[in-house]
C-alpha cells in the first residue's frame, strides 16, 4: 500500500500542488457533488459576501481540499524527517510544549484544515499520542492508515462508546489525547451549538472530557504558508469549555485562512427538528 501511494504522489508538494491548481482552472467545478456541497457551507457561512465572492472562495477552497488530499498521500508514504520540512511554523508553540513538560495529561482538539494526516504526524513527533477515528470504507486502506498513525508508540481506536472509555483511561493516566472536533457526532453524543450562527449538530465528548478531569485542552490547526509551505497553529482554549466555546474557537481559526478549511463536509446534515436539511435542495 506504502508503494501505491508513493506512486501516486511521486511529486514534492510545491510543485504537485501548484500542477493541481493549474489543472482545476480548466475543470467545471460543477461535475463534483463535493464542490456543490462547498458552496452550500460557503453560502450558509459567509452571508455577507455577495455571489460572486462565495463562489470564488468555494472554488478555491475546493481546490485546496484537492491539493490537500496529494498532501495527506505524500504524509502517508513519506517518513516523519520528510514531512517535517514543509513545516516552517509552529505558532503558539509554547501552548502545547508547556503542557507536555507537566506530564500530566493533555487534550488536543483538531479541526479538519488541510490534511489531518499531516497535522496528526506532526503531533506524534512531539508526544506520542491516544486518538479516534472514522473507519475508511476501504478495509486495506483502513488498515494501512490505522498502523501509520500508529507509529511510534500512539494508539487509535474507532468512534464508539468502546474509543471514548480508551480516551477516558488514558486521561486518567496523564496521557496526550487527540481527536477531531468538527464532525458530527453520532446520536446522543453532541448538542445543537451555533457554528457560523447557525445550530449544528456538534459532539460534546472533548468538553466533557477537559471539564470532568480538568486536563488542559488546545486547539490544532494545519494552514498554508507563504512559498507554499505549511505551518502549524495553536490556541488556547477559553476558560469556560463547551459544545459553543469549542465551535467559537474553531471560527476564529477557520476565519484566518477560510479556503483552507475542508467544507466539503456535510457539517450541517443533521438540523435540529423543523429545519430543512441545506443539503437535499
Not at 11 to 34: G, N, Y
Not at 74 to 84: F, H, P, Q, T
Not at 110 to 139: A, C, E, F, M
Not at 219 to 233: H, N, R, T, V
Request: aromatic residues 10%; proline residues 5%; contains cysteine.
Amino acid at each position: 500500500m506504502k508503494a501505491v501511494l508513493f506512486l501516486f504522489s511521486l511529486l514534492p508538494l510545491k510543485p504537485a500542488k501548484a500542477c493541481i491548481r493549474a489543472v482545476m482552472k480548466v475543470i467545471p467545478f460543477t461535475i463534483f457533488s463535493s464542490y456543490k456541497t462547498t458552496y452550500i457551507n460557503i453560502c450558509i457561512s459567509f452571508k455577507n459576501l455577495s455571489l460572486m465572492e462565495k463562489e470564488a472562495l468555494a472554488k478555491k477552497s475546493f481546490t485546496e481540499s484537492i491539493c490537500s488530499l496529494y498532501e495527506t498521500l505524500y504524509c502517508l508514504s513519506r517518513s516523519n524527517k520528510k514531512i517535517s520540512k514543509n513545516i516552517v511554523r509552529v505558532d503558539n508553540r509554547y501552548l502545547m510544549s508547556d503542557a507536555l513538560k507537566k506530564k500530566n495529561g493533555l487534550l488536543i482538539s483538531g479541526i479538519h484544515n488541510r490534511s489531518v494526516d499531516i497535522s496528526l504526524q506532526w503531533i506524534n513527533t512531539q508526544t506520542p499520542t491516544v486518538g479516534v477515528y472514522k473507519p475508511l470504507k476501504n478495509p486495506f486502506m483502513n488498515s494501512y492508515v490505522k498502523r501509520e498513525r500508529e507509529r511510534e508508540g500512539n494508539k487509535q481506536y474507532t468512534t464508539s462508546y468502546k474509543g471514548v472509555k480508551e480516551l477516558l483511561k488514558g486521561l486518567i493516566k496523564n496521557k496526550v489525547i487527540v481527536m477531531a472536533s468538527d464532525q458530527v457526532p453520532q446520536d446522543g453524543m453532541g448538542e445543537y451549538a451555533k457554528f457560523f450562527d447557525r445550530d449544528a449538530y456538534t459532539t460534546t465528548l472533548i468538553p466533557s472530557l477537559a471539564n470532568k478531569t480538568s486536563k488542559p485542552l488546545i486547539y490544532i490547526g494545519l494552514f498554508s504558508a507563504p512559498q507554499d509551505y505549511l505551518k502549524i497553529i495553536i490556541r488556547k482554549s477559553p476558560k469556560e469549555i463547551s459544545a459553543q466555546s469549542m465551535n467559537l474557537t474553531m471560527e476564529k481559526m477557520i476565519l484566518s485562512c477560510p479556503e483552507d478549511y475542508s467544507w466539503e463536509y456535510k457539517r450541517f446534515k443533521r438540523p435540529p427538528e423543523g429545519v430543512d436539511n441545506p443539503y437535499k435542495v
